[in-house]
């Protein structure tokens, strides 16, 4: 057998790839899958319910104003939010204003265009109901995988 040199080599493996290995894991994925879920659920009941302690404490501390103790204190961040006064922006920034109120008449001259290209399907079931609704609908169905085990009945 002659030796290939490395494009060929290269070019062999790409046109005729090795198969894939499949170890003993590989025959257990949706077992695997199937904990993972269940360790996800715990992992997020336990989650909420420190949350809910956290909060309770912050607020006991708060309340007391115990800020600090021997080994951690309680910081606050600040956070600067603007708020712009449209009538003081108007007399100071006439100009400005001007082009404001221009961008937001092209903005909805924009949505008018627009108008009844979707019909909102809460709104739709409302006046009509959702059987009458539900029966010009062009259904979409999409598959999410799940796993479950096999003793359970879905």
């Known amino acids: 057998m002659k030796s290939m040199t490395p494009e060929e080599e290269a070019r062999s493996i790409k046109e005729h790839p090795l198969p894939p290995i499949v170890t003993e894991a590989d025959t257990m994925l949706p077992v695997r899958i199937y904990q993972t879920d269940m360790e996800i659920l715990t992992l997020e009941a336990s989650l909420k319910i420190l949350r809910g302690t956290r909060e309770e404490l912050l607020n006991r ?76 609908c062009t259904i979409v169905i999409e598959k999410t995988p799940f796993v479950t085990r096999k003793d359970r009945v879905e």
């Open 61 to 136: 501390a708060l309340e007391m104003g115990a800020l600090e103790d021997e080994y951690c204190r309680i910081l606050f961040k600040e956070r600067q939010t603007r708020i712009l006064d449209p009538v003081l922006f108007r007399a100071t920034f006439p100009a400005a204003y001007a082009l404001v109120i221009a961008h937001e008449r092209a903005v909805i001259a924009e949505k008018e265009n627009h108008i009844g290209e979707v019909v909102p399907l809460g709104l739709a079931d409302q006046l009509v109901g959702k059987p009458a609704v539900t029966s010009i």
